[in-house]
């Protein structure tokens, strides 16, 4: 949880290094959750912000983290393999 999300830090708007202090985490598993908290904690600034901007970077990083690191399983059973979603992109 970034300090701005704690219930005490509602009466100030978000800052960059809140953004920042959400972005920390941001292995491959955890990249669309924290994109979706970014997006969240961002939602009501205007776009010139320098929050807002700093978190819209950080969401098309934590899409290509998330997109980057996706993997597949092999097929078994009877079905056939799943593409990556990344290769689906790819074939246009």
């Known amino acids: 949880m ?3 999300e704690q ?3 509602l009466e100030r708007e978000p800052t960059v290094e809140d953004v920042r202090q ?3 985490a941001s292995a491959p ?3 669309m959750h924290l994109r979706n ?3 969240t904690l961002i939602s009501g600034l205007p776009p010139e912000h320098p929050a807002r901007v700093e978190g819209e970077r950080e969401i098309e990083r934590l899409n290509q983290v998330a997109l980057g690191a996706e993997r ?3 097929e078994g059973m ?3 393999p799943l593409p990556s979603l ?3 992109d790819n074939e246009d």
């Open 37 to 39: 908290r970014i997006r």
């Open 29 to 31: 598993h955890f990249a």
């Open 22 to 24: 959400l972005m920390g």
């Open 78 to 80: 009877d079905e056939r």
């Open 7 to 9: 219930p005490g830090r």
């Open 86 to 88: 990344r290769d689906r």
């Open 2 to 4: 970034s300090e701005y």
């Open 72 to 74: 597949r399983g092999e």
